[in-house]
């Protein structure tokens, strides 16, 4: 009998790099609305610089839904608002 010799290559890189865009797809596919902390969390920006830079801006202002005092963004609206506004810089 010969001995089987198999080598495999992992392109750990693209393999990474798949992950994450199953995983953003997953979260894009679930999330309906977003509050400022998940936006924190999905920015990696502080609260305060959210307010003041991204939450104050006109085009956010027209998207967010307010009920008493707490506030909420269409997921898929803000993302693009967000990148509207970082391109803007």
């Not at 992950?19 to 305060?48: A, F, G, K, Y």
């Amino acid at each position: 009998m010969i001995p089987a010799n198999v080598q495999v290559n992992i392109d750990e890189k693209a393999i990474k790099e798949y992950i994450q865009q199953q995983i953003d797809q997953q979260i894009h596919e679930t999330l309906l609305m977003v509050d400022i902390e998940r936006l924190v969390v999905m920015t990696s920006m502080s609260r305060r610089f959210l307010e003041d830079e991204i939450l104050s801006d006109p085009r956010m202002r027209l998207i967010e839904r307010r009920r008493n005092r707490k506030r909420w963004w269409f997921y898929k609206q803000a993302l693009e608002v967000i990148e509207e506004i970082v391109n803007d810089w």
